[in-house]
């Protein structure tokens, strides 16, 4: 009894053993194949996730490339629009430019167009009272300045064929020639040291026109280099004569034909001869600052010819 009993132990307990072999072997199994599961799972959606932020870089680049090429385009046009602005202005500018070239027959003269002024040509010995008077050298300030001799300017003519016309010419391209003719005056080492400026301008009188070249008082005296810029001999000795700070409000207030300052009409250029101050026309506000102790009487009959010609009121004082 006691062997059978044994046996049937040991038989038990065998079974008992296999049974749990089996079940660790079975959770062995099913962990692995749960682990491959997640692992399918988790490369799925890893997968999934890189397939998304591609196609969301691409999307991206798509619309960087579409503002891009819309900026481009934009940019193009706008090019294009400030490339034909340019043109334009480039156009206006050199008609103005050339504007005192314009020729207009007599016949058209009957109807003046506004802008023009037409005048019978000046005597020749008004012309060289103007331009040819010699240079002098005031002696003390403004009241030692000689009255320059006066000359009426009402010789004109009514007959279309004795008449001419002229312009404003452009203020902007003669400055721009000045600074050109006197670019050597106008460095930084020449315009601030008096020796070197009366040197240098000494220099340059043989390539100056006869109206800018110095005269004897701009060669001995130290003034503003902006004054020798002036094609008026007289023009130039005066402003010297008055004193630096005078000279300089001058030159900044009014002399727009040497200063880049801003241009309220203070003085209006007729016709292409701008080296001729006969031509010259100072406004009435610059008249009534300047004028009789700086601009002479001869600067407002000046003044008062151009006036007649376009038909505006005579300034009083000057006849």
Same mark, same amino acid.
């Given at each position: 009894?006691?062997?059978?009993?044994?046996?049937?132990?040991?038989?038990?307990?065998? *079974?008992?053993?296999?049974?749990?072999?089996?079940?660790?072997?079975?959770?062995?199994?099913?962990?692995?194949?749960? !682990?491959?599961?997640?692992?399918?799972?988790?490369?799925?959606?890893?997968?999934?996730?890189? !397939?998304?932020?591609?196609?969301?870089?691409?999307?991206?680049?798509?619309?960087?490339?579409?503002?891009?090429?819309?900026?481009?385009?934009?940019?193009?046009?706008?090019?294009?629009?400030?490339?034909?602005?340019?043109?334009?202005?480039?156009?206006?500018?050199?008609?103005?430019?050339?504007?005192?070239?314009?020729?207009?027959?007599?016949? *058209?003269?009957?109807?003046?167009?506004?802008?023009?002024? #037409?005048?019978?040509?000046?005597?020749?010995?008004?012309?060289?009272?103007?331009?040819?008077?010699?240079?002098?050298?005031?002696?003390?300030?403004?009241?030692?300045?000689?009255?320059?001799?006066?000359?009426?300017?009402?010789?004109?003519?009514?007959?279309?064929?004795?008449?001419?016309?002229?312009?404003?010419?452009?203020?902007?391209?003669?400055?721009?020639?000045? #600074?050109?003719?006197?670019?050597?005056?106008?460095?930084?080492?020449?315009?601030?040291?008096?020796?070197?400026?009366?040197?240098?301008?000494?220099?340059?009188?043989?390539?100056?026109?006869?109206?800018? !070249?110095?005269?004897?008082?701009?060669?001995?005296?130290? #003034? #503003?280099?902006?004054?020798?810029?002036?094609?008026?001999?007289?023009?130039?000795?005066?402003?010297?004569?008055?004193?630096?700070?005078?000279?300089?409000?001058?030159?900044?207030?009014?002399?727009?034909?040497?200063?880049?300052?801003?241009?309220?009409?203070?003085?209006?250029?007729?016709?292409?001869?701008?080296?001729?101050?006969?031509?010259?026309?100072?406004?009435?506000?610059?008249?009534?600052?300047?004028?009789?102790?700086?601009?002479?009487?001869?600067?407002?009959?000046?003044?008062?010819?151009?006036?007649?010609?376009?038909?505006?009121?005579?300034?009083?004082?000057?006849?």
């Amino acid at each position: 009894m006691m062997l059978v009993a044994t046996e049937t132990l040991h038989r038990v307990g065998s *079974e008992v053993i296999s049974v749990v072999a089996m079940s660790e072997s079975g959770s062995e199994a099913s962990k692995a194949a749960k !682990k491959r599961e997640y692992n399918r799972n988790a490369q799925r959606v890893f997968r999934q996730r890189r !397939k998304e932020h591609l196609s969301n870089l691409e999307a991206a680049q798509r619309e960087l490339n579409s503002i891009q090429v819309e900026e481009v385009e934009r940019l193009r046009r706008e090019n294009q629009l400030l490339a034909q602005e340019n043109k334009t202005l480039k156009q206006t500018y050199d008609s103005q430019a050339n504007s005192p070239r314009l020729s207009v027959s007599p016949s *058209e003269l009957r109807a003046p167009t506004a802008g023009y002024v #037409h005048y019978s040509t000046p005597s020749v010995g008004y012309v060289d009272s103007v331009t040819a008077t010699p240079g002098y050298i005031p002696a003390g300030g403004p009241s030692a300045l000689p009255p320059p001799a006066s000359t009426p300017l009402s010789n004109t003519s009514n007959d279309p064929a004795n008449l001419v016309v002229v312009v404003p010419n452009n203020i902007r391209e003669i400055r721009r020639s000045l #600074h050109q003719m006197f670019a050597p005056l106008l460095e930084i080492p020449v315009i601030s040291n008096p020796q070197s400026h009366l040197a240098t301008l000494a220099a340059l009188e043989p390539t100056l026109p006869n109206a800018l !070249k110095p005269t004897q008082l701009q060669l001995t005296t130290p #003034h #503003h280099a902006y004054i020798d810029m002036l094609p008026s001999p007289s023009l130039r000795d005066r402003l010297i004569a008055i004193g630096p700070a005078n000279a300089n409000s001058f030159l900044t207030e009014a002399c727009i034909i040497a200063c880049d300052i801003e241009d309220t009409g203070q003085m209006t250029i007729w016709g292409e001869d701008w080296l001729n101050d006969f031509s010259w026309e100072f406004s009435a506000t610059v008249l009534e600052r300047w004028g009789g102790w700086l601009l002479t009487p001869e600067w407002g009959q000046r003044a008062n010819f151009w006036r007649r010609q376009r038909g505006a009121p005579v300034l009083p004082g000057y006849d």
